[in-house]
């Protein structure tokens, strides 16, 4: 159980384009869901903090107008990457945490490329 | 921002070898976390140590956290080629989980 499914695995934009990421639980229900930008031989940094019905807590220095968070329902997340740049490229993991508490699962992460 | 501080940054050990890495914390826990990264995969939940525990193990993993020290380690005891990822330890001092800088581990056979 707890599976978290993250869509799509990889994607090649052009600059000044928007990507949507997903973030879905599959068998659980996530009521808050988390988003994290890794650049590569980096560890995870958390952009945002996103509860259902909610609007996300970015933190400092991410820009909430560049990266729109939606926590529509408590199975879905979506991070859009908007007005694209080469230095946005990275890879975007999501991870939500259970409603009973118990845990945190992550997704298998999107690796962007914005040429 | 990061809790953690992993060290070594990068470890290369014989396969049968033990590897030990150390991470270091900046504020009060209820429990620590040890996870593994594939490169350029997602996370794997490797094991979790609450702040009223000193050891754990599971199967060849041992973590150790000390608390006065703000200190974990984790060791994973015969190495295999297939141990070969990136190691974090994570904490959340809110809700979200932080992470440290990592260690990256190699393995070779």
């Known amino acids: 159980g707890a599976v978290v499914s993250q869509h799509p695995s990889w994607v090649i934009c052009k600059s000044g384009t928007s990507v949507k990421i997903e973030c879905r639980s599959l068998?659980?229900?996530?009521?808050?869901m988390f988003w994290y930008r890794q650049f590569p031989k980096q560890s995870l940094m958390l952009m945002a903090t996103?509860?259902?019905?909610?609007?996300?807590?970015?933190e400092q220095g991410v820009e909430k107008d560049k990266f729109l968070i939606n926590h529509a329902s408590l199975t879905l997340s979506t991070l859009t990457v908007t007005s694209a740049h080469p230095e946005d490229s990275s890879f975007y993991i999501c991870?939500?945490?259970?409603?009973?508490?118990?845990?945190?699962?992550f997704g298998s992460g999107t690796r962007l490329t914005v040429v | 921002s990061q809790q953690g501080e992993e060290d070594p940054q990068a470890l290369s050990i014989q396969e049968g070898e033990n590897a030990t890495m150390n991470c270091s914390y900046k504020?009060?826990?209820?429990?620590l976390q040890w996870y593994r990264q594939n490169s350029g995969r997602g996370l794997v939940h490797l094991i979790l140590?609450?702040?009223?525990?000193r050891e754990k193990h599971s199967g060849r993993l041992r973590v150790t956290l000390d608390t006065s020290k703000k200190s974990s380690s984790l060791l994973i005891t015969a190495s295999r080629a297939a141990d070969t990822a990136s190691y974090f330890c994570?904490?959340?001092?809110?809700?979200?989980?932080?992470f440290g800088k990592g260690t990256t581990l190699s393995v070779s056979s």
């Open positions: 991870s939500a945490s259970r409603r009973d508490g118990y845990g945190y699962t």
């Open positions: 068998d659980f229900q996530a009521t808050t």
């Open positions: 996103s509860n259902e019905g909610s609007k996300a807590t970015y």
């Open positions: 504020t009060s826990i209820n429990n």
């Open positions: 140590i609450r702040s009223n525990e």
């Open positions: 994570a904490t959340h001092p809110q809700t979200a989980l932080i």
